[in-house]
């Protein structure tokens, strides 16, 4: 009786040790507001916002520890609108993240399926946009260097370095896969990051060859999923930030390349009729952040935009000036209230299209060169 006892004790002790050693997670993020527009299509507005500073998000993450200091991981994210409870990608419930892959304490992360870019995992955490200080409205115009995650990359297969001493490196291959159409819609990307103490640089590079066109490649257009889509994109750039004591303060520099347009998404509404079209962009971000007490902050951040159209429908010399300021108190760890207002003032032309407008990120354009944007939010994370 007494070894039946012990036998089912250890069988017990076993099974919960197996157990703890695969975990899934539940986690989200979620976030409404209200905000007023000046200008949206020459009419002023007060709408109901999702994602205003965070984008909104459910997902899973786990893994499972396979001994030797290899585990299994993987990980689904869905993005959606508070708002209606819609996917933000129509017809793609894991729109976001879907991968699965190892990982070694030693060696890094090896991953395969839908994934970021090099762009968002090094470079965007400098930045004022997405993960970094969180902020969506803060993004560069039309998100033109995926600093705030518009999209990600399917049939990616992604390594990401184990930290050394603060040095973190990766880079990601996206598959066209299509048949007899090795470089249609693929991409490529590369980043590194180093972090010593209150000082963080970071640099990524990105390539999408002939976005959009074949809808089974890395990227597409007509599924919403990006901006733009060019026969060739060509993104980078470099970031630093350094903290002392409450505040942080950080410079971004990026540079993005779309030759031979294909189309773009305004406001939902995909315009064609672009091909032969070069637009070249540069933006200068300054940033920082200072906290005036544990559970109250403020975030700032200018942006200069300088771009260069040629081509088909003639040149001209786009520009782009944006001031954001973030106010941000927290409830208690998990909630969190804020005030943002955003300006962003347009200059110079677009070629035969005529004078260039105001575009706040995620906002109906302007019929004018100024664009305000006030919203009051509330977020929540699980």
């Known amino acids: 009786m007494k070894k039946t006892l012990l036998a089912a004790a250890v069988t017990g002790a076993f099974a919960m040790s197996a157990h703890a050693q695969s975990s899934v997670t539940l986690y989200g993020t979620l976030d409404a507001g209200l905000v007023y527009t000046n200008n949206q299509a020459g009419h002023s507005s007060w709408q109901e916002n999702s994602g205003g500073v965070s984008d ?123 048949a007899g159409q090795f470089s249609n819609n693929r991409a490529y990307s590369a980043g590194v990051s180093y972090s010593n103490g209150p000082l963080n640089v970071a640099a990524s590079y990105l390539q999408l060859n002939n976005g959009g066109t074949n809808t089974l490649g890395a990227t597409s257009l007509a599924q919403g999923e990006t901006n733009v889509s060019a026969g060739l994109q060509r993104t980078y750039g470099v970031g630093a930030n350094y903290a002392f004591g409450p505040a942080t303060v950080g410079l971004v520099w990026t540079h993005t390349q779309l030759d031979n347009i294909q189309g773009a998404n305004v406001d939902g509404t995909i315009v064609t009729g672009l091909s032969g079209t070069n637009l070249h962009l540069n933006n200068y971000e300054i940033n920082g952040r200072y906290a005036l007490t544990p559970v109250l902050s403020l975030t700032a951040a200018y942006t200069y935009t300088d771009g260069h159209l040629s081509g088909t429908y003639g040149s001209g010399d786009p520009k782009w000036h944006q001031v954001s300021l973030l106010s941000d108190y927290m409830l208690s760890k998990r909630t969190d209230i804020y005030l943002e207002g955003v300006y962003q003032h347009a200059a110079g032309d677009l070629g035969d299209a005529g004078s260039n407008v105001a575009a706040i990120n995620s906002l109906s354009p302007s019929s004018t060169a100024n664009q305000v944007a006030v919203t009051v939010g509330m977020r929540h994370r699980f």
């Open 56 to 178: 909104t998000l459910w997902g899973l993450r786990g893994g499972e520890d396979l001994g030797g200091g290899l585990r299994a991981v993987f990980n689904l994210e869905n993005g959606f609108n508070i708002n209606n409870g819609t996917f933000r990608e129509s017809g793609s419930e894991f729109n976001r993240q879907a991968y699965v892959g190892l990982q070694s304490a030693q060696f890094g992360t090896l991953t395969l399926g839908r994934q970021y870019d090099s762009m968002v995992d090094f470079l965007q955490p400098i930045a004022a946009t997405g993960s970094g200080l969180g902020n969506n409205f803060a993004s560069h115009p039309f998100d033109n260097d995926n600093l705030d995650n518009t999209f990600s990359i399917k049939n990616s297969i992604k390594y990401h370095s184990a930290n050394y001493s603060g040095l973190e490196f990766g880079g990601l291959y996206g598959f066209s896969n299509g």
